[in-house]
């Protein structure tokens, strides 16, 4: 097994159903600086064009992990290309699939051009029994909305909206184990880590 598919695998017993553990603020804060914005761009055209976007994260300093559903045009349509826009910095880039699940919709990206590097976000061993405090972190659209951003805004580096709520139970399953927890979060979380409060990696929203 490479360890980009070891990777995938430990990311497939994490994945979540939204659903708001006292956080730390900085731990989280630190965590959210390896999010990024992965967004399609069209680039049929003279001017390449976003088409839509959800959230990812760094499992290193050039591979990330999102929803599979994320990506899929990209992955049906060659004219689509998969950007990945960083929280901070100017150093968009772009990145291509490594490993892709469908099943259990998850995606491993390497970013392919440019100098960007991302510090790594700390998977979690697993839910402890407390039901405590999360932060799902990511880039929602109705905030894009809220905020007057239009579609080319999302090319910008902005820091990523981290909400807080509670677990709120555990429902294992044959594919994996779904997390359910209060955090809001809306389309373009898709993709965003689940985080606790030591700012590691529960699970996939």
């Keep these: 097994m490479t360890v980009f598919s070891r990777i995938l695998a430990a990311l497939i017993a994490l994945t979540l159903i939204p659903a708001t553990a006292s956080a730390d603020p900085a731990d989280v804060d630190a965590a959210a600086r390896g999010v990024v914005r992965v967004v399609l761009i069209d680039n049929s055209g003279e001017d390449a064009a976003p088409i839509t976007h959800g959230s990812g994260f760094a499992v290193s300093p050039r591979m990330i992990v999102t929803n599979a559903h994320v990506i899929r045009e990209a992955l049906l349509d060659d004219t689509l290309k998969i950007g990945i826009v960083p929280s901070e910095g100017d150093a968009g880039t772009f990145a291509t699939p490594v490993a892709v699940s469908p099943r259990n919709d998850l995606a491993l990206l390497r970013i392919t051009d440019g100098n960007l590097r991302l510090p790594p976000l700390t998977l979690s061993g697993g839910v402890n029994g407390d039901m405590g405090e ?13 905020q007057g951003l239009e579609i080319r805004d999302i090319f910008r ?10 677990l709120s139970g555990e429902r294992p399953s044959r594919q994996f184990d779904t997390i359910l927890h209060t955090a809001p979060i809306a389309r373009g979380n898709s993709g965003g880590p689940l985080l606790d409060g030591c700012g590691r990696v529960l699970g996939v929203n």
Excluded at 134 to 146: E, K
């Design 134 to 146: 999360v932060s799902a972190v990511g880039y929602p659209m109705n905030v894009d909305l809220a």
């Design 157 to 166: 580096a902005q820091p990523p909206v981290k909400s807080r709520g509670f």
